[in-house]
Antibody, heavy 118, light 111 residues
């Protein structure tokens, strides 16, 4: 069955970077785009961007452009999202989610809590 | 301020029917892009509830019904059950933003 398993919680200082991993199983990573979505405490879902593992093409929301890097490692079926120059308002749960038909997310990772605090 | 507008909360008694609205604009829902709905139970990842405006993934009860008209979409839940108490999010694509957009979320309380 399809599974997306994310890396564990992180605590970072302002200005640092964080890299979240999303290990996939049960399907071919290159067959589907991967969404990254975040959710600040008590807030709604916020789309960050997506990556096309076939060619490495990415698209990110304007507010994250220049700070977010999405990559993948086909050999270990794992997608990554790195967010740099962290601020306190980047404290959130970060989710990876498989994009089906280029449109909706049918499988989600369990989420990774990133806490940014001095 | 979310691109897609949802009511912050709705409520209903067990067995009743409730509707969650999702209002967009001519650059997203009104442009013909599909609307999808997710259910998020407390402390868990979102779960796909409705895709392509009206379609239910396998395992989702037919008590959940999606519709779309013009620049808006709706999620109707009939025969409310206590287990339906959750946050519900709509999602679509926006051509101006060139990316995916979510509604702000609606908290459903089963009275």
């Amino acid at each position: 069955q399809v599974q997306l398993v994310q890396s564990g919680a992180e605590v970072k200082k302002p200005g640092a970077s964080v890299k979240v991993s999303c290990k996939t199983s049960g399907y071919t990573l290159t067959g589907y785009y991967m969404h990254w979505v975040r959710q600040a405490p008590g807030q709604g879902l916020e789309w960050m961007g997506w990556i096309n593992p076939n060619n490495g093409g990415t698209n990110s929301a304007q507010k994250f452009q220049g700070r977010v890097t999405m990559t993948w490692d086909t050999s270990i079926s794992t997608a990554y999202m790195e967010l740099s120059r962290l601020r306190s308002d980047d404290t959130a749960v970060y989710y990876c989610a498989r994009l089906q038909s280029g449109s909706y997310s049918d499988y989600w990772g369990q989420g990774t809590l990133v806490t940014v605090s001095s | 301020q979310s691109v897609l507008t949802q009511p912050p909360s709705v409520s209903g008694a067990p067995g009743q029917r409730v509707t969650v609205s999702c209002t967009g604009s001519s650059s997203n829902i009104g442009a013909g892009y599909d609307v999808h709905w997710y259910q998020q139970l407390p402390g868990t990842a979102p779960k796909l509830l409705i895709y392509g405006n009206t379609n239910r993934p396998s395992g989702v009860p037919d008590r959940f019904f999606g519709s779309k008209s013009g620049t808006s979409a709706s999620l109707a839940i009939s025969g409310l059950q206590a287990e339906d108490e959750a946050d519900y999010y709509c999602q679509s694509y926006d051509s101006t933003l060139s990316g995916s957009v979510f509604g702000g979320g609606t908290k459903l309380t089963v009275l």
